[in-house]
């Protein structure tokens, strides 16, 4: 059954608009090109959209640069502004951007870990709040926040999660309170996988695995282009997974004994101070275990035979052996997380991601990937993410604009 003009109308705005994000500026010549209408077709949609104040000229092009034909045609992007949040244990970061992407305000605020729930929401909503302000966003469209812990699949919420605040959970619920905006909640892990999977290394990947590696571990799925959240939002607790190398069995409220106990970031800085590297305090917030995996990568990069004296070859040597040591153990105890993930799913591509993964880079990736080789019959591909902790904000961006694009480029009756 043929599409009424009505619907076929609002088709064709939407696959304008969403051309119009992607490419960026475009002459009613190249979305007539772009979109194979006709050049009625796409004036009566630039002057709909026009119309709408969705679209505006925003330049001109060509060698004339003159005339109707050259107009250029953008996105108005401060149609809307947009939030996106990554809520740690330890504090948390807002970026404020408009409708094409692009930052207008950028925050973070510490939270202690003594701070009560109360306290710590006000001080998150806050944050928030200021960086609308020095945004010039009298109004936020969509806040998109990325946070540890099982998010509900019937309702988007966050559940009550053994190991984290109170206030992640009342974060949510305050932030729709306070601010006029629709806000989504998403896990963090998930959205290091949409914005890997968007911008990162797994840009040319329908399905694949991040292996999130910060403070904690987690796991998300992404199979046929789609991201997979299991029937409770648990896929990917990667963390509960027993494996061998612990003195116990996780539990439905503990997940020491599990896959946490060897990959988290205490048990990588217990592991890298048995092989005599100890890192130097960070102010940037990134887990020790990341500073540590960074030192060891650069230890074994340094040059080793061209020092001054014997007693600083000897030092040099010893350094990188035991950065050589370290590294190669840390691959043992994640490959054999990422051997069971590759087991069940098949997905052609680990990702490391989060600080450890970016901080171990390739080197950290190849030792992983052989050892993988050795363990599955598979064959499976490790990549390291380029986008590492900064993953998460990416991702609940990413999400926010989606939302907004959803309800702005809808069509509306006429």
């Not at 019937?154 to 006029?180: C, I, Y």
């Not at 996988?193 to 998300?220: C, I, K, S, Y």
């Not at 080197?363 to 990937?369: F, K, P």
């Not at 499976?380 to 993953?391: D, F, K, N, Q």
């Amino acid at each position: 059954m043929p599409a009424s003009p009505s619907t076929a109308r609002a088709i064709n705005d939407r696959v304008a608009l969403r051309l119009l994000q992607q490419e960026g500026p475009l002459t009613a010549g190249q979305l007539k090109q772009l979109t194979g209408l006709s050049r009625p077709t796409v004036a009566d949609l630039v002057e709909r959209l026009t119309a709408a104040g969705l679209i505006d000229v925003v330049g001109e092009s060509g060698e004339q640069r003159r005339g109707p034909n050259a107009r250029l045609y953008g996105i108005v992007a401060d149609r809307a502004q947009l939030a996106a949040l990554d809520v740690r244990t330890e504090g948390v970061s807002v970026v404020v951007c408009d409708l094409l992407g692009r930052e207008l305000a950028r925050a973070s605020v510490p939270i202690a870990d003594d701070t009560g729930t109360g306290p710590a929401v006000e001080q998150a909503v806050t944050l928030v709040e200021r960086a609308a302000k020095e945004a010039g966003a009298e109004r936020l469209h969509t806040v998109g926040v990325g946070a540890p812990g099982l998010i509900d699949p019937a309702t988007g919420e966050l559940r009550d999660s053994s190991g984290l605040p109170e206030w992640h959970r009342r974060l949510v619920a305050a932030l729709q309170e306070r601010l006029p905006a629709r806000v989504i909640v998403e896990n963090e892990t998930n959205l290091a996988a949409l914005a890997e999977q968007r911008d990162g290394v797994a840009r040319d990947r329908d399905t694949f695995v991040l292996l999130w590696l910060g403070h904690g571990t987690g796991a998300a799925v992404v199979l046929d282009g789609r991201l997979r959240r299991g029937a409770s939002g648990g896929t990917g607790e990667i963390g509960f997974l027993p494996v061998p190398g612990t003195s116990t069995l996780p539990s439905a409220t503990d997940c020491e004994g599990g896959f946490h106990s060897l990959a988290g970031s205490a048990a990588i800085a217990e592991l890298a101070s048995g092989y005599g590297l100890v890192a130097a305090p960070t102010s940037s917030g990134e887990p020790q275990a990341a500073a540590l995996v960074r030192q060891a990568v650069a230890a074994l990069s340094s040059p080793s035979s061209s020092p001054s004296s014997s007693a600083s070859a000897s030092s040099s040597s010893s350094s990188s052996s035991g950065a050589d040591r370290f590294l190669s153990a840390l691959a043992d105890r994640l490959a054999v997380g990422a051997a069971s993930v590759v087991a069940v799913l098949d997905p052609g591509c680990v990702v490391l991601g989060g600080e450890v993964g970016q901080a171990g880079g390739e080197v950290l990736a190849a030792r992983v990937g052989e050892r993988l080789v050795r363990m599955s019959p598979l064959p499976v591909e490790v990549r390291a993410s380029t986008l590492g902790g900064g993953a998460v904000l990416r991702g609940a961006l990413l999400t926010a604009r989606e939302s907004a694009q959803d309800d702005l480029f809808a069509p509306r009756p006429r």
